[in-house]
């Protein structure tokens, strides 16, 4: 296996296929300080299509972790530089592509830190990256989360160090397609199917949604505005893009206030930096109202108490057992793996392209469609090959839509 030639092949599909970076257009490339080699890959990559300019922003988890453990006043959590909300929104209108590279040096860090001053930090820098993460959400930019491996994360995902590189990358070629003669070509033959799911999910206009199968008994409300989406999108120029490499899910943004019944996660899932195992929620008139976890339960109520919209759905989202992802065997510790793993359902903010017309609504009309708001937004599985899945009409009558984990339509 030739990592210098594979890397490249995956740079190339990031930019060329996922972002579709346009000659004289601005790259930001947002990552930790472990992806310092890649990011120049994705680079080189960005000025051989044109790209005016490759702005990387690195973060170090070492630091971060320091400042919540080390601050001496809890207040200080709070502070956040003046410049970083307008210097987010010139993204935003100064047209940039946006790549949020994953792949973390320690996979770990924030394990055993303090719930309630990880909170205080994730709040503030959600509001910084709040009009930022809205016109992601609204594809004013074309944007795509991906990831690269280390060590430390690999060795998470196969159990343990040895061979790493080269064990983590059999895993990782067919679930990026890097296995096919025209990688790019695979991707929008994939695409074309995701599309045709929601094809049929968008005539159907299904009252609700009922997932069903061992622990889980949940309705989710839909309302007659909301769109599934899934695959490529088009940003407001235009130009088609990939928001997720990998990705296999369909999705749609819920009436939020008609979530009614009983689920637990069948995977691990990230909550503000931590691990959360086993979770699960009861749902009353669309908001959590009971939950627990068999680890970090302290760390998934600080999620819940996040804000107001934290305790309810924005985002109802399908996937089978067929996925690569799935299929592979592994739990990847990272959402951009494992939600496109199984079905999953976001507590948090939702969609405003999953509603018609609602990338021109104002925050009010919004609301008053029943579109869920809030600082933050986590994906929890809750697919596997025991759970099915059935569109519900408005007379109550039930049709399949994934029995035993398989789509059926």
């Not at 947002?30 to 080189?44: C, D, H, K, W």
């Not at 990230?270 to 979770?279: F, H, K, Y």
């Not at 609301?367 to 933050?376: I, P």
Request: aromatic share 10%; proline share 4%; charged share 25%.
């Amino acid at each position: 296996m030739d990592f210098k030639i594979l890397r490249r092949r995956y740079a190339e599909i990031i930019v060329k296929t996922a972002i579709n970076l346009q000659e004289g257009q601005p790259l930001l490339i947002r990552t930790e300080v472990i992806q310092r080699e890649f990011s120049r890959i994705l680079a080189e990559v960005a000025y051989s299509r044109g790209a005016s300019l490759v702005s990387l922003q690195f973060s170090d988890p070492e630091l971060s972790r320091l400042r919540i453990d080390k601050t001496l006043n809890d207040d200080n959590l709070k502070f956040t530089p003046s410049h970083l909300e307008n210097m987010y929104d010139c993204y935003i209108k100064d047209g940039w592509s946006s790549i949020s590279l994953r792949g973390p040096e320690f996979p770990d860090i924030m394990e055993g830190a303090d719930p309630a001053r990880v909170g205080e930090v994730s709040r503030a820098n959600s509001k910084v990256m709040r009009r930022f993460l809205k016109g992601i959400s609204a594809n004013r930019i074309a944007w795509n989360v991906c990831l690269y491996p280390t060590e430390s994360w690999a060795a998470k995902v196969l159990g343990s160090d040895e061979d790493w590189e080269r064990r983590i990358w059999e895993v990782l070629v067919p679930i990026l397609r890097l296995d096919n003669d025209d990688p790019a070509r695979a991707w929008l033959a994939h695409d074309a199917e995701l599309k045709r799911r929601c094809e049929h999910m968008n005539r159907a206009r299904y009252d609700r949604i009922h997932f069903t199968g061992p622990d889980t008994d949940l309705y989710i409300g839909m309302a007659p505005n909301r769109v599934f989406a899934g695959g490529s999108c088009v940003n407001q120029k235009g130009i088609a893009f990939f928001p997720n490499i990998p990705t296999e899910e369909i999705f749609s943004t819920p009436d939020y206030t008609r979530t009614e019944g009983f689920v637990k996660t069948t995977r691990p899932v990230e909550v503000l930096g931590t691990q959360v195992t086993g979770a699960w929620f009861r749902f009353r008139a669309g908001k959590v109202v009971e939950f627990g976890a068999d680890t970090n339960r302290a760390i998934l109520e600080q999620y819940l108490d996040f804000d107001e919209g934290a305790r309810a759905i924005g985002e109802v989202a399908l996937v089978d057992s067929n996925s690569p992802i799935y299929r592979s065997g592994k739990v990847f510790y990272n959402i951009l793996f494992d939600e496109n793993a199984a079905c999953h359902i976001a507590l948090g903010n939702g969609y405003a392209d999953c509603i018609e017309n609602g990338v021109r609504m104002s925050d009010d009309e919004l609301e008053e469609t029943k579109c869920n708001s809030s600082l933050v937004h986590t994906d929890f599985m809750i697919g596997s090959e025991e759970i099915s899945v059935f569109g519900v009409k408005e007379d109550g009558s039930e049709e399949h839509i994934i029995e035993h984990g398989i789509f059926v339509i």
